[in-house]
Each structure stands twice: as C-alpha cells, then as structure tokens.
C-alpha cells in the first residue's frame, strides 16, 4: 500500500485498539542548533520548563492513547558513545515515560546480528507500517504507509527482538 497521502500521525494512532510500537535507528534527526529545545537543554545540560510545555500535544496524544488501553512501545538504536542529538532526546526521554510510552536503548554493537528494516517505522496493531525516510543529514523526507503481511511480520519480528535485547529507560545511562 502506498498511498499519495500519508493521514497525519494523530489519525493512525486513533484507529489503533492494541499496539504502536516505534523502531528509532538514527543518531540525528536533522534538529537545527538554533531549534529553541535543543538549545535550552545546551545551556542548561537538561530539559527545562518551556522544552516540556512545548511537547504538551505530544505528550497529551501518548496519555490519551496510552489511557484508552493502547500500549506505546518505543525502541532506540544508538552508536556508541552516543552523539549530541542521543544525550537530548535521553535527556527529554522522562517526559514520554512519564506520559505512559515505554521506551529502551539498545546500543548498537548488540543489534549487530540482528535482521532490521532499512528504516525507522511506527507499527499500528500489527496490521499497518508508517515508514519513515530521512536524508543522510537527519532531514526528514517522507512517510510511506505499508500493509503487506510479509513486510509487517519482519518489522515486528525486528522490533521485538531489538526490544528483548535493550535496557528499559530507566536503565540505560548515556
């Protein structure tokens, strides 16, 4: 399936009754120095007050998700040492916990035997991939909706097995 219109994530995560699970394999994601977030938790060396109000949608969508019984599940693939971009979305991670979404670490090295997908994606109930495409440099590029059962069953097969390997958030130190 490969639509023209990718439906806006807020859609996706509403029809989802069960499970959305996230695979993350980038260091970066294309965040601009000059982003405000980014460059708060530079001066401060965390995640201050206006960083967390300006996830309020975010976070509000993971606690009415997570509140009509959907479980969130995200995993992160990271090298190591970690670069910048990885020391603040750690840093920023508690926000997403707190909010009801469970998220693990698995630095790379011990993905190394691991089959994974060549993209980051979002699985919603184990029926429909949202694929994620980004630019060498981090910048986004496109989404790409998918519902072959083959392709399904290997993404959710990679995901649980990066999931059974990482360190629960809480955990993991960067």
């Known amino acids: 399936m490969k639509p023209s219109v990718v439906p806006p994530f807020s859609e996706l995560i509403a029809g989802c009754q069960r499970s959305a699970v996230h695979l993350e394999l980038r260091d970066s994601y294309g965040i601009a120095a000059e982003d405000e977030d980014f460059a708060e938790w530079r001066k401060l060396g965390e995640i201050g007050p206006a960083s967390a109000e300006r996830s309020r949608d975010w976070l509000d969508l993971v606690r009415q998700t997570t509140a009509r019984g959907v479980v ?5 693939i990271v090298s ?3 670069s910048e971009y990885i020391r603040y979305e750690h840093a920023s991670t508690f926000l997403n916990v707190e909010a009801g979404e469970l998220i693990r670490w698995l630095p790379r090295p011990e993905a190394a035997t691991l089959a994974l997908p060549g993209a980051d994606f979002w699985l919603f109930d184990d029926r ?3 694929f994620g495409h980004f630019a060498g440099d981090g910048a986004f590029v496109s989404h790409e909706l998918n519902d072959d059962p083959e392709v ?5 097969d990679a995901f649980e097995s ?3 390997r990482s360190t629960p958030h809480e955990e993991y130190t960067v």
């Open 72 to 76: 969130m599940r995200r995993a992160r």
């Open 80 to 82: 190591v040492p970690v």
């Open 128 to 130: 429909l991939i949202r």
């Open 152 to 156: 399904i069953k290997m993404c959710a």
């Open 162 to 164: 990066v999931w059974d």
